[in-house]
């Protein structure tokens, strides 16, 4: 009876001792969203871009219309704070007199409650994910009226958040401003973006 009741004992403890090693790691596996290793990840959004006459800093919603596309980025997170990716984006902008409109940017994207000098760290769930984006690429399209082709520089800003419902899927909501250079440098867009980001 004495042996039977040791020898449960042993396996309890070692049940124990197997759980206390095993369930940190589970816990932090569940929680890593996105912020182990170097990893890839895709992202598609919707989006609704506001034509821009005016600039960055001078807002006039009232007199922007709205228009639908899409946007689709691949990328890698390097670590905590910083990921670069490559971002296209397709627009509908026929009030513009323009057509078969799109962007792609090559970007750096940035994740300040993980830069450490902020300070910022744990004032967040790692769930929510708040970032900002810039970056550099080309514009191009053709002109309603049958203007040529055309490909310019563009630029892209913006600001967002990724809320995680697994440690792999995140939504992503977003605002960007994007501009063109040359031809393009009267036709700024304001796009807010609603999409899924995968990790891979």
Request: proline share 4%.
């Amino acid at each position: 009876m004495m042996r039977t009741r040791v020898h449960a004992l042993s396996h309890a403890l070692c049940g124990l001792l197997f759980l206390a090693v095993w369930l940190p790691g589970a816990a932090q596996a569940e929680t890593e969203f996105g912020l182990g290793d170097p990893a890839a990840y895709l992202a598609v959004s919707g989006l609704i871009a506001f034509d821009d006459r005016s600039d960055l800093w001078a807002w006039n919603w009232g007199d922007a219309s709205g228009n639908g596309g899409v946007t689709a980025r691949a990328g890698v997170r390097l670590g905590e704070p910083v990921a670069i990716e490559l971002q296209g984006d397709w627009i509908n902008l026929d009030n513009w007199d323009r057509r078969d409109n799109w962007v792609i940017t090559f970007n750096f994207r940035i994740y300040p409650t993980f830069y450490e000098p902020l300070g910022l760290r744990g004032v967040l769930p790692d769930r929510i994910q708040p970032y900002a984006v810039a970056g550099a690429g080309t514009i191009g399209g053709t002109g309603a009226d049958g203007a040529d082709y055309q490909v310019k520089g563009a630029f892209r800003v913006g600001t967002g958040t990724d809320f995680y419902v697994t440690e792999q899927l995140a939504i992503s909501l977003g605002y960007e401003w994007i501009t063109g250079t040359s031809h393009w440098s009267d036709r700024d867009t304001r796009n807010l973006t609603l999409g899924l980001q995968y990790n891979f």
